[in-house]
């Protein structure tokens, strides 16, 4: 069955360091993957995706990801944390018409 | 555009009562999804539908929920009766044509609370 694992539930970074929250997926062909950040009490917003193609995505606010297939992999990067990046982050593979999403990571950025 | 519209953004109601959720689309969006989140078991696909027609309602719990999309601009998720397990975030979502050549678009989300 199609699956994303995201297997840090919470991370902390100090506001500058660079930030990589891991994202592993489970299926059968090529998959559309996705990332998506939830802030407090607000809906999810698409950071970027990948479909085909360059497997170095780059998206909004700074952040990238990279497509690895051998590792079955989507790990989306920052190299310079803002505080207003503290929020959940959400990995999802596109299943026919629908996400499959990840239990999140939780991102606390501190001073 | 103003985006997905949900509302009420908060519900509290009374366990055994009817709870309506409301969804407005993005114009011109033909797909449509209601997702449900929880600390226990993330976001779920409740239902999808395409084209005004429900696609997929797997992933509706049970038949206190049903979902309808009247017209391309709107939709409502009822709870009848609700029970306290229901109390979570709905969210709504569009997108055009396939997923996979586009990205969904998310609501800010209902937060239910049954007591």
Known sequence: AQSVTQPDIHITVSEGASLELRCNYSYGATPYLFWYVQSPGQGLQLLLKYFSG?????GIKGFEAEFKRSQSSFNLRKPSVHWSD????FCAVGVGYALNFGKGTSLLVTP | DAGVIQSPRHEVTEMGQEVTLRCKPISGHNSLFWYRQTMMRGLELLIYFNNNVPIDDSGMPEDRFSAKMP???????????SEPRDSAVYFC???LEQLRNTEAFFGQGTRLTVV
Do not use: G, M, R, W
């Open chain 2, 71 to 81: 017209n391309a601009s709107f939709s409502t998720l009822k709870i009848q009766p």
């Open chain 1, 86 to 89: 503290a929020a959940e982050y």
């Open chain 2, 93 to 95: 979502a569009s997108s």
């Open chain 1, 54 to 58: 360059d497997t170095l995505v780059q």
